[in-house]
Each structure stands twice: as C-alpha cells, then as structure tokens.
C-alpha cells in the first residue's frame, strides 16, 4: 500500500552535514507516521526519529537529539532527516519507514509495516 524510495546517503567527514530524503506512494501515506531508523554491521536496528501524521509529534532518539531535524512534507509525499555535526558512530544503513504506531510506540521498529531499501551514510574520521 505504501512504498518507500529513499536518497541522500554518502561519504562524509565527521562534523559534517548529510541531508536524507525519503519519496513515499500510495493514497494513505498522510495517515501513517514515519521514521527513520539505523543499522550498523552486527548491530541490532536502533530508532533515530520519527513524525508524526500531522507533523505536530516528533521523536528523536537521545543520541541524535540536538544535532538530527525530521521533517514531512505531505503534500510532496516525502520525509527527510537533516543530519548535523555528524560522528563517526553515525555510521551505519538509514531506513525509512511508515507505520501506524500505539501511543508511546513510535520508537519500535516492529510498529512500523513498510520500509524503504536502505542508504548507506558513512562518516570518516
């Protein structure tokens, strides 16, 4: 019902900026919430950010707070996640994903029903 495309993962120096795009279809995409979520090699996937709906609920996970922005744009059907002051623990495959989550639930990735491909973001040192 949903499909996610997502752009913008590179190579970049730490301290430095990437900013990631999400394109979503399908006739219920303003219904559900979206987020972002990361996994590095042998680690478990962990939550990044998330939007809500309407765009009035935002969530960040503690280690990105202050340096990730979530946006959403409804009308263009796309999601996007400015990363600043990016660390090398950063590193890792960034998927997009939309869902449905309970209240209190958006930081779960099993909340969430689809999922973009994923794109890499590597920061060097």
């Known amino acids: 019902q949903v499909q996610l495309v997502e752009s913008g993962g590179g190579l970049v120096q730490a301290g430095g900026s990437l900013r990631l795009s999400c394109a979503a279809s399908?006739?219920?995409?303003?219904?559900?919430?979206l987020g972002w979520f990361r996994q590095a090699p042998g680690k478990e996937r962990e939550f990044v950010a998330a939007i809500s709906s309407n765009g009035a609920r935002l969530y960040y996970a503690d280690s990105v707070k202050g340096r990730f922005t979530i946006a959403r744009d409804n009308a263009e059907n796309t999601v996007s996640l400015q990363m600043n002051s990016l660390r090398t623990e950063d590193t890792a495959v960034y998927y997009c994903?939309?869902?449905?989550?309970?209240?209190?639930?958006?930081?779960?990735?099993?909340?969430?029903?689809?999922w973009g491909q994923g794109t890499q973001v590597t920061v060097s040192s």
């Open positions: 994903a939309a869902g449905s989550p309970m209240s209190g639930r958006a930081y779960y990735p099993s909340e969430y029903r689809y």
């Open positions: 399908g006739r219920t995409f303003r219904t559900y919430t």
